[in-house]
């Protein structure tokens, strides 16, 4: 049977992933160890290495596979690219944001540069499907510099709005995306 299948692995990965959070709420991302993190899932130290090569790996990994999962819904959802689905995913990236920044406030700052990263390319990747199957006479480089634009864009405004506290209202920002999408 594949490991990855097993229900017992998957069982596992979860109890430290699920132990990583938790103490990415009490802890600075820097003072968490690997003990701090097996002792909180109950496993050892070689079952956490048999999962993750550190805690940056599974940082990337909780970030990729549970916490963006729900963006990544709301953006496949989305059949076409409008102004209007683009304030929706912006409004979710937005609530994703504030989520973590509130539930890890201690930790937020040091998830930002591994946030950004998976945010722009699994943004970028569903752009460009959605870009491929509009504008099926693009080439690959005018698909791959507008999902480029959009992913980046809309991850620039959330983190600043994230920082200002502020959030812009549903005109603007679908006037905004409107000029973005021409």
């Not at 229900?7 to 600075?28: N, Q, V, Y």
């Not at 496993?43 to 550190?54: I, S």
């Not at 499907?129 to 999902?147: F, I």
């Not at 959009?150 to 209202?169: D, E, R």
Request: charged share 25%; glycine share 2%; with cysteine.
């Amino acid at each position: 049977m594949d490991k990855t299948l097993d229900p017992r692995f998957l069982r596992t990965r979860k109890l430290i992933m699920e132990a990583f959070m938790e103490l990415a709420i009490e802890k600075d991302f820097k003072d968490i160890t690997i003990k701090d993190i097996t002792q909180r899932a109950t496993v050892n130290r070689a079952t956490f290495y048999y999962h993750f090569f550190d805690k940056y790996d599974l940082l990337e990994k909780v970030l990729s596979e549970d916490v963006l999962q729900g963006i990544l819904k709301n953006v496949s959802s989305h059949e076409a690219l409008t102004p209007e689905s683009l304030n929706e995913i912006f409004l979710s990236l937005l609530s994703f944001q504030n989520g973590l920044a509130n539930q890890c406030s201690r930790s937020y700052e040091a998830f930002t540069p591994k946030i950004e990263i998976i945010v722009k390319e699994e943004l970028g990747r569903v752009f460009r499907d959605l870009l491929k199957q509009k504008y099926p006479e693009w080439t690959y480089e005018k698909v791959e510099l507008h999902s480029i634009t959009i992913s980046w864009s809309l991850y620039g405004i959330s983190t600043k709005y994230i920082k200002s506290g502020y959030t812009p209202s549903n005109n603007l920002m679908i006037e905004t995306f409107t000029r973005l999408l021409r």
